[in-house]
């Protein structure tokens, strides 16, 4: 691994760092991944360690408040020049004259208003405790120093107002210094060696970060997730440097635990598993369990011995774990593959889990592998195209993908869009001129390892509020206009009253 003493010198102007962190590419990088950061980030574009850690000082309630980070931002870009007080050119010039750290104010106090250093640590410990008599003897005695200087008294009390206001939410510079290293050594392994980042940042994430974390490591490295296979995955995700390859966590396809993948991965140890009907006879070499469905309990002796069960083989099949043996060109050929672990399994696949309508739907083993590892791959213009919606929307709305809403120059169009909504929340706002108090929904919409925030203002939300909440998991096709998000800092959809909405 990295560690933090050895960045220095040309690893602190990799510029691919940079241009990560200024494309928006902060996931897991410590202290950067909110989505506030993340905005302030790119509108800084940062370029150089003192960035970064001016960047970790800055973006804090009280900065926010007073416009700090607007100022620090304009001055960055170069579009106002900053204008430094008497005396505090050498204390602030690395942050254009903003007071950003408690060094900065201390060392002002210090060389302007004539503070020795105990004084100077005083004044520290007097802003941080607002002690106001205290403060107010030292203000006297910070403008007289600072005239016997030759500082306008005008000025001084200028610059004393600015130490006051920066001793509310400045904390000392080490401090920023040290997250922000420890930040950019995070993103140096991202920007430098993003299989291994990713390998061990999906290993622990939870499920609801993982798609977002896909996006980002598809738009910005060449590492690409691969669903996991029987012979090469295991507990953790693994990796194939040669290729860039992600192999999915067995432990990460539903109800298969570490017990269960722990005792396949031992039985691989004594070769590799040929086909369905190998792997299912060498875990079940003792004895081969039967069963009538999928779903049937195990007896609780033979559980204990052999921690796989029908469940387990079903999920992963759907999650893919057998395509590479059983040579799987299309997701729909997995039909086959459960047939045949059926048999060997003592029963006969029915209409229940697979009506006979689906099998040859694309859409629907995509969703399957999906719902039981949290991976797959859907072609949602395939599903438009053969929907009836597509006639209904036809002159009212161009089909557009998540990754084509997201581009700048579709801002104001009208979109209709196929996804996935993998969540719903409700929220409420106060009407302006009423007073009142309206709620609205807003939708995060999936297209693969693409993410787009859908708001269904109220005047549509209320009309459709039961609908709208049910929609979590399931394939919608919708129409909505493409309007940019300062909150977000991206395109995003929003439905009114004129919206259309199909689930499918």
Known sequence: SLSIERITGRELEDEKTYRLLSEGNTQNVFQFSSPGITRFIQDVRPDCIEDMIAINALYRPATLDIGATEDYIRFRRGEVAPVYNYGC???????????????????VAHTLGGFDLGKTDLLRKAI?????????????????????????????????????????????????????????????LKANYPSAFYTVALQWADDKEIPS???????????????????????????????????????????????????????????????????????FR?????????????????????PVNARHIKNMILAGCFDRIENVRAVTERYAVLERAAKELGFSLSDKDFPAEMRDKHYFWSQQQIAVSGIGSIDYRRIFDSSEARQTVRGKASYLSLEEVSRDENDGRRAAVCATVVDVAEHSYKDRETGQRKRFAKLTLSQNNHLTECVCWND???????????????????????????????????MTKNSLLFIQ
């Open 286 to 306: 003792y004895k081969l369990k039967k069963y009538c469905y999928w779903e049937d309990p195990d007896n609780p002796d033979e559980a204990v011995k052999v």
């Open 460 to 494: 549509y939300y209320i009309a459709h509020r039961t609908e709208i909440l049910s929609l979590k998991g399931k394939v919608v096709i919708l129409t909505a206009m493409i309007r940019y998000s300062d909150y977000n800092g991206c395109n995003a959809l929003q």
């Open 89 to 107: 050119y050498e204390a602030t010039n690395n942050t254009f004259g903003i007071m950003v750290y408690q060094e900065q104010f201390m060392s």
């Open 128 to 188: 941080g405790k607002k002690k106001a008599d205290l403060m107010a003897t030292l203000k006297a005695d910070f403008i007289a120093g600072a005239v016997r200087n030759g500082c306008p008294d005008y000025e001084a009390e200028e610059i004393w107002h600015k130490i006051e206001v920066a001793g509310k939410y400045s904390f000392n510079r080490s401090h920023a210094a040290a997250y922000a290293l420890t930040a950019y050594c995070g993103a140096w």
């Open 213 to 283: 974390l896909m996006a980002e490591m598809e738009r910005c490295s060449a590492a690409k997730i691969v669903p996991p296979d029987i012979n090469r995955s295991g507990v953790e995700f693994f990796t194939d440097y040669a290729t860039d390859e992600i192999f999915w966590s067995l432990t990460r396809i539903r109800q298969v635990g570490i017990k269960t993948v722990e005792y396949i991965v031992s039985e691989r140890t004594r070769g590799k598993f040929e086909c369905i009907e190998n792997f299912i006879h060498r875990i």
